[in-house]
């Protein structure tokens, strides 16, 4: 069956993002460290980011707005203004932080669109994603662009069918096992398993096993040659 259709993930499979979180967590816990240790302290994060991804989604905004509670929390509502300040600070940098390419993206992004649809399909802020696409260079590459509030089955037949010839001739590559993997193969299109080097606990999931469909690569640049393996 011939593919048509390449969907790409964007923030760790193009260019840089979890290792930015990465940092704000470090300074968010130097910053309430008189209120509890690290682990504590993530802990908390991390339970505030995950009961409130359903009101706030994906994102730099979410994840501010969760910093924000967590402190609430653990100072017992009486976080100091300027730490509320560092936090809102923080959560600006982030939005404002230069877009860095992974190695060997801008090479495998011009030769896949040279053949096939490219299609852009990714969680977080609206605003913030389109700013980091048109800061990446890549923008012109892709047929088209799905920010999303979620990746799930539906999601991937959606965008597969509507810009290109449906998920069983497309292929999803991304960091993500849970997001950018399974659903996709759900959905019927091939899955390309592409890991960065620092995952965030939500995005976890195990492995499809004896999974024609799906395949794990070590880096980008090793995507065109396996699509031209099984592009029959």
């Known amino acids: 069956m011939p593919i048509t259709t390449v969907g790409l993930d964007a923030d760790d499979t193009l260019w840089h993002n979890e290792t930015i979180f990465r940092l704000t967590h470090a300074r968010f816990v130097d910053l309430l460290a008189d209120h509890g240790d690290e682990a504590t302290i993530e802990a908390r994060l991390a339970e505030t980011e995950q009961r409130n991804l359903r009101l706030y989604g994906y994102g730099v905004k979410g994840f501010t707005l969760s910093m924000i509670e967590t402190a609430m929390e653990l100072t017992n509502g009486a976080a100091p203004p300027h730490v509320v300040r560092e936090i809102l600070a923080a959560g600006r940098e982030m939005l404002a932080h230069p877009v860095e390419t992974l190695p060997g993206v801008d090479e495998v992004i011009a030769e896949l669109s040279k053949k096939y649809r490219l299609v852009l399909i990714t969680k977080g802020d609206l605003m913030d994603q389109e700013r980091k696409l048109a800061a990446s260079g890549l923008g012109e590459r892709f047929s088209a662009v799905e920010i999303v509030s979620e990746k799930d089955r539906a999601t991937y037949q959606r965008a597969f069918t ?26 019927g299109a091939f899955a390309v398993h592409i890991p960065y080097h620092v995952t965030w606990a939500h995005e976890l999931a195990d492995a499809p096993e004896n999974e024609p469909r799906y395949v794990s690569l070590s880096r980008i640049g090793e995507l065109p040659d396996w699509i031209k393996a099984i592009d029959g």
């Open 162 to 187: 509507r810009h290109g010839t449906g998920a069983a001739e497309a292929v999803m590559a991304g960091n993500s096992m849970k997001s950018d993997v399974l659903p996709a193969i759900a959905a």
